[in-house]
């Protein structure tokens, strides 16, 4: 089996996002929107100073691009950015409040849905083909949430919409091959970041003063937010839209065995064959890969 550097990245970012809890509950107590509030912001601040400092140069070349191309490509290389940066903001908020107020499972559940829809988009917007295999893998996993959802129907309303924004998102960055990636998701934050400030001083607490608030804020916004993001968008170069959305699947497989074994939530024997529908599915969605079989290789944008 050979995992080329494009998998490779998305992989690790959904393993990461898989753990995402550990740094959430513990500050489940504070209301969903500060946490979202602090997460951008912060978020806005860190990527903003790494591409003005560190990165200058690679800005001023994305910006020069942006001025010679046509009106029309600019309009494009603009919605694409600020539509993802929406799309995210939307996907955070709404998953906060499931993860703290609904449940870890719940959470996971999104992510279970989301993979199918992005696969399903994919074919549609950006016309990928999938093989027999993969179409397979598809019903696999659709079976595999259908029977998640009887234990689950109240909760299906929020992980739907959860899914859909990142369904979403991943189907449209597909196509942000204009603009560096780092600096595309600084685009992206800062888009958010403009979307929430106005309502900052209206819908926010008061300040945590707690120092466990900032510690938990830190390992968000470096390991949960800006690394997986950019591994995210970093594999897009590389593997199409649905082979990226299938491997979402690593998140809520990890958030379900977190759930059981580390926040002892129940798990009903349905649950437990569900998550091992849905891992074979992910093998054979991937079984070009895994058996090394003569994969087609995407055209890589620089």
């Not at 989301?114 to 950006?126: D, S």
């Not at 008061?206 to 120092?211: H, I, K, L, S």
């Not at 830190?218 to 839209?241: H, Q, R």
Request: glycine letters at 4%.
């Amino acid at each position: 089996m050979r995992i080329n550097k494009y998998y490779l990245a998305a992989i690790t970012a959904f393993a990461m996002w898989g753990f995402f809890s550990l740094a959430l509950k513990p500050i489940h107590h504070y209301p969903s929107l500060d946490i979202l509030f602090y997460r951008v912001f912060l978020s806005v601040m860190l990527i903003s100073a790494i591409n003005l400092f560190i990165r200058k140069n690679v800005v001023l070349n994305d910006w020069k691009n942006f001025q010679s191309k046509p009106k029309s490509e600019r309009g494009k290389m603009l919605r694409i950015n600020i539509g993802g940066g929406l799309l995210l903001t939307a996907n955070w908020f709404i998953f906060i409040y499931v993860m703290n107020h609904i449940s870890v499972k719940a959470a996971s559940f999104a992510y279970l849905v989301c993979p199918i829809l992005t696969t399903v988009l994919a074919f549609f917007i950006l016309k990928e083909k999938l093989s027999k295999w993969q179409w397979m893998a598809v019903g696999i996993s659709v079976t595999g949430c259908v029977l998640l959802s009887f234990n689950s129907f109240a909760d299906i309303f929020y992980s739907l919409i959860v899914a859909l924004t990142y369904a979403l998102y991943l189907v449209f960055q597909r196509k942000n091959t204009e603009v560096d990636k780092f600096v595309g998701l600084n685009i992206q934050l800062l888009t958010s970041g403009i979307l929430l400030l106005p309502f900052f001083p209206s819908f926010s607490g008061p300040v945590p003063a707690e120092g466990l608030f900032y510690i938990c804020l830190i390992f968000i916004v470096v390991m949960f937010t800006i690394i997986p993001l950019f591994l995210n968008l970093f594999a897009l170069k590389g593997v199409n839209s649905s082979s990226v959305g299938i491997m979402l699947y690593i998140n809520p497989i990890i958030n379900f065995l977190l759930a059981v074994f580390y926040y002892r939530e129940e798990v009903t024997e349905i649950q437990m064959i569900s998550y091992s529908l849905i891992l074979i599915s992910i093998i054979v969605f991937n079984e070009k890969l895994i058996f090394n079989r003569k994969l087609k290789e995407l055209p890589v944008s620089e």
